[in-house]
């Protein structure tokens, strides 16, 4: 079975723009979380799908949003980048049945 | 306050031998989870262990162990006969409001670096 894939997995922006990140979760697996992890913050929560609906939302701006389709897949857009969002994005997909998230192996994200 | 504390920001320890990972948490659910995760240099977040708030006994998966004391709020990760490939950022992680739910996000600490040497 294939894991959680993300693309791209490098990514180079300018500050201003705008960015779209892809999630391709486990065949089967209906939810979907982001999260973004950056030395000085750690990992922090970013939202949470679950049949194509937000189940819950982390404390970022209006600039971070995400959407879930019916296949399961995910994207996550960060509009107006600032320096700080440079970052490593990781999503994870669960079955919505099983306890443990399985991670995919993150996108990183540079803003200059 | 912070859901997940890590006090220690590095580890050593020698192939072969033994080491524990601290982890304390602060909830006022009833019902969480408790996670670790192991992060290679290259990114992604390997499941390792979990620990439910109900459960009676300390989760065991392979040369992982988890020490849970409820009373002390602490989860600690204890690796057994660590080897080489063990070296990575270890992350403690919980949820809230898991009893009928597998949903939730994941609070998680700053992590802690283990390096074992040969």
């Known amino acids: 079975k294939a894991g959680v894939t993300q693309t791209p997995r490098y990514l180079i922006k300018t500050r201003g723009q705008q960015v779209t990140l892809s999630c391709s979760p486990i065949?089967?697996?209906?939810?979907v979380s982001w999260y973004q992890q950056t030395p000085g913050q750690g990992l922090q929560f970013l939202f949470e799908?679950?049949?194509?609906?937000?189940?819950n939302k982390g404390n970022f701006p209006g600039r971070f949003s995400g959407r879930q389709f019916s296949n399961s897949r995910s994207e996550m857009n960060v509009s107006t980048l600032e320096l700080g969002d440079s970052a490593l994005y990781l999503c994870a997909s669960s079955s919505g049945g099983a306890i443990e998230q399985y991670f995919g192996p993150g996108t990183r994200l540079t803003v200059t | 306050a912070q859901k997940i504390t890590q006090t220690q920001p590095g580890m050593f320890v020698q192939e072969k031998e033994a080491v524990t990972l601290d982890c304390t948490y602060d909830t006022s659910d009833p019902s969480y989870g408790l996670f670790w995760y192991k992060q290679p240099s290259s990114g992604e977040m390997i499941f390792l262990i979990y620990q439910g708030s109900y459960d009676q006994q300390n989760a065991t998966e392979g040369r992982y162990s988890l020490n849970f004391q409820k009373a002390r709020k602490s989860a600690n990760l204890v690796i057994s006969a660590s080897q080489l490939g063990d070296s990575a950022m270890y992350f403690c992680a919980m949820r809230e409001g898991t009893r009928g739910s597998t949903l939730g996000r994941l609070y998680f600490g700053r992590g802690t670096q283990l390096t074992v040497w040969p």
């Open positions: 065949s089967g697996h209906r939810s």
């Open positions: 799908y679950f049949s194509e609906t937000q189940r």
